[in-house]
C-alpha cells in the first residue's frame, strides 16, 4: 500500500491541492475538505505554509488602502464589549487564562537557598537544590525554579494556574548584558522540568538571569528570545 | 529596503506575540501597522466597499482570537496576516454565490498523474516565483496570478480565459506543478 511510488504520487497529489487552496480557485466544499484536514495533518500544513511563501510575492499587487476610520472602534467593541468567554481550564501548560494573567514586565524575584535536611538556613552545601520563584508584580501567578546540580536537572512549577495552545515556554540564561542563552523548551504537558545540558550547569549560579520566553511551539527559531518575556528572575537576589 | 522588510516583519511578529498574550495595545499597533495591506487585500477580492469593511473587522477578530497560532517557523507575520485576509475574502466571495456554480464546479480532486512533470522533489532552497513565472505560458501565468490576486474560481477563469472549465482546471494544476518544480530546483 506504501509503496514508494504511492508515496511520491500521494505527496504530488498534496502538492496540487495546497497550491489550489493557497490560490483560491477551490470552490467552498473543497475549501472546507482542506481547512478541516489542515486542523490535524502537520505534514500538510507545511506543504501549504510552503505555497503561500512562494507565492507571497503576489501580494504584492494588493494597493493598499486605509480602511474608514471608524473600523477600528467597531473591531474593538465587537471584541471586548462581549461577555468574555469561557475558557476551557486544562493543564497550566495550555490554559490561555495563565498567559493572560501575566504581565509583561520583569517580575520581582525572590530567590532562597533550600538546603537539605540538616543544613537548613545555613550556607548551601555545592549540591544543594537551587530554588527561585518567578512572578510577576500584577498577577498571582508565579514559576518556582527547582534547579537540582546534580542531576542537571530543573523544574519549573507553575504555582497558580493558567496557557496557550500551540506556544511553547523556553527557558533561557542571561548572564550580565550578554545575549540570552537557550536552556530548553519545556514540553508542554508533564511536570514542568527540563533537563540542562551538562555544559551549560556550571553556569547557574549567583548573580545570572532566569528568564522564561513564549515561543513559537517546539522553541525559538532563532536561537534567540522571540516571544515575549513572561517571567524572569536572578538566582541568588 | 530589504533591511527595512527585515525590520517591520520583525516588529509584526513581535506584536503578534503580544496579541496572542491578549496586550490590546499591541494588537492596536498592529492595526495600525497592517490594516491598510489588509484592506487591500478585501477591497481587490470582494469588489465592494461595504463587504470589503465588514470582512476587514473579521480579519483583525480571528488575528485577535488566533495570534497564539502564528508559528515563525511556518513562514513570515506578514504572509501569515495575508493568509488570513485572503482565506476570509475568498470564503465571503464563495459563500456569496450560488449554490448550482458551486455544484457544477466542484470537481474531482487534484489528480496530477495525469501530468508527466510529477516528480517533486523537497528541497529548502527555493527560487523566485517570478523567475518561475516567466517559465509558464503568459496566459497560464496570468490565470493562476489572477486566481490569488482576484481570488477568481476556475468556473470565473474559464469564463474570463474562453476555455472549458474543465481545460482551465488542467492548465493551473499542470502550472502548479511547474511551479514547484522550478522553485525546488
Same mark, same amino acid.
Given at each position: ?21 493557497? &490560490? ?28 503561500? $511563501? ?184 | ?51 470589503? $469593511? ?95 490576486? $482576484?481570488?477568481?474560481?476556475?468556473? $470565473?477563469?474559464?469564463? &474570463? ?25
Amino acid at each position: 500500500m506504501t509503496t514508494p511510488e504511492n508515496k511520491r504520487s500521494d505527496r504530488s497529489r498534496d502538492e496540487v491541492l495546497a497550491g489550489e487552496y493557497v &490560490l483560491g480557485v477551490l470552490p467552498l466544499p473543497d475549501r472546507l475538505r482542506v481547512e478541516h484536514r489542515l486542523r490535524t495533518d502537520k505534514a500538510f500544513q507545511e506543504i501549504v505554509a510552503r505555497w503561500q $511563501e512562494n507565492l507571497a510575492s503576489f501580494n504584492d499587487d494588493y494597493a493598499a488602502e486605509a480602511p474608514p476610520s471608524w473600523l477600528y472602534a467597531s473591531v474593538e467593541k465587537k471584541l471586548f464589549n462581549t461577555a468574555a468567554a469561557d475558557q476551557p481550564k486544562g493543564l497550566i501548560w495550555s490554559s490561555l487564562a495563565f498567559w493572560r494573567g501575566l504581565t509583561l514586565v520583569t517580575m520581582s524575584a525572590a530567590i532562597f537557598f533550600a538546603a537539605s535536611a540538616g543544613g537548613l538556613f545555613h550556607k548551601p552545601a555545592a549540591t544543594a537544590p537551587l530554588v527561585a520563584t518567578m512572578g510577576s508584580a500584577n498577577s498571582s501567578i508565579s514559576l518556582v525554579t527547582l534547579f537540582d546540580r546534580q542531576t542537571g536537572r530543573l523544574k519549573v512549577t507553575p504555582v497558580a494556574a493558567g496557557a496557550e495552545k500551540s506556544k511553547s515556554l523556553e527557558l533561557w540564561l542571561i548572564e550580565g548584558d550578554s545575549a540570552p542563552v537557550p536552556l530548553g523548551v519545556f514540553p508542554d504537558a508533564g511536570d514542568g522540568s527540563i533537563v540542562i545540558p551538562p555544559d551549560m550547569r556550571n553556569r547557574l549560579k549567583d548573580g545570572v538571569t532566569l528568564a522564561v520566553s513564549l515561543e513559537p511551539f517546539g522553541g525559538s527559531p532563532t536561537g534567540k528570545p522571540t516571544g515575549p518575556v513572561v517571567a524572569s528572575g536572578k538566582i541568588g537576589a | 529596503m530589504a533591511a527595512n522588510d527585515d525590520r517591520d516583519e520583525a516588529e509584526v511578529a513581535r506584536l503578534i506575540a503580544r496579541v496572542a498574550l491578549a496586550d490590546r495595545k499591541a494588537f492596536a499597533a498592529l492595526y495600525q501597522r497592517t490594516s491598510r495591506k489588509l484592506f487591500g487585500v478585501c477591497l481587490r477580492m470582494l469588489q465592494d466597499r461595504a463587504d470589503a $469593511e465588514e470582512a476587514v473587522q473579521e480579519i483583525f477578530i480571528k488575528v485577535w482570537n488566533n495570534a497564539g497560532a502564528y508559528r515563525a517557523d511556518m513562514g513570515r507575520p506578514m504572509t501569515w496576516l495575508f493568509a488570513i485576509a485572503r482565506n476570509h475574502a475568498l470564503d465571503m466571495r464563495r459563500r456569496r454565490r450560488q449554490a448550482s456554480v458551486e455544484l457544477d464546479e466542484a470537481g474531482e480532486i487534484a489528480d496530477p498523474q495525469a501530468g508527466p512533470e510529477e516528480t517533486a522533489v523537497m528541497t529548502s532552497e527555493g527560487r523566485r516565483i517570478e523567475d518561475c513565472m516567466q517559465q509558464l505560458e503568459k496566459d497560464r501565468a496570468d490565470a493562476v496570478r489572477s486566481a490569488y490576486v $482576484e481570488g477568481l474560481s476556475y468556473l $470565473e477563469l474559464a469564463g &474570463l480565459h474562453g476555455v472549458p472549465l474543465n481545460t482551465m482546471r488542467t492548465w493551473l494544476r499542470r502550472s502548479l506543478i511547474k511551479l514547484r518544480e522550478c522553485m525546488d530546483r
